[in-house]
């Protein structure tokens, strides 16, 4: 059985004041895991209400490539940069969710 696409999406619920600043890291980071081994997608979204979250999305060959990215080096020394610690101090809220794609399609690159 082929392994499904998998999908982490993580919200951030910056204070008023940081609202720039998060998205700054959160675009950061996005470019960290770039060419990471099985990374297909990232996304930094800027909700339309003011008091919206910030979200990252992105988007990896399968759930094992992931869960690998997060016990590499790399992602140690991404946790480490102390950017997440900054990003805590600058919400009051961070929640994320994990996904399985059942089904996409997709027209052409936005980068």
Not at 30 to 39: R, T, V
Not at 62 to 86: P, Q, V
Not at 95 to 102: N, Q, V
């Amino acid at each position: 059985m082929k392994s499904k696409p998998y999908v982490v999406a993580e919200y951030y619920y910056p204070k008023s004041e940081h609202v720039d600043d998060v998205m700054k890291i959160l675009i950061e980071t996005s470019a960290m895991i770039k060419d990471q081994d099985g990374a297909l997608m990232s996304m930094s979204l800027k909700h339309e209400k003011k008091d919206g979250p910030i979200t990252g999305i992105s988007m990896w060959e399968t759930r094992e490539k992931f869960t690998a990215f997060m016990r590499s080096e790399h992602a140690e020394k991404i946790m480490k940069s102390g950017l997440s610690d900054k990003v805590k101090s600058w919400t009051s809220n961070i929640k994320a969710d994990l996904y399985t794609i059942e089904q996409a399609w997709h027209v052409t690159s936005h980068d």
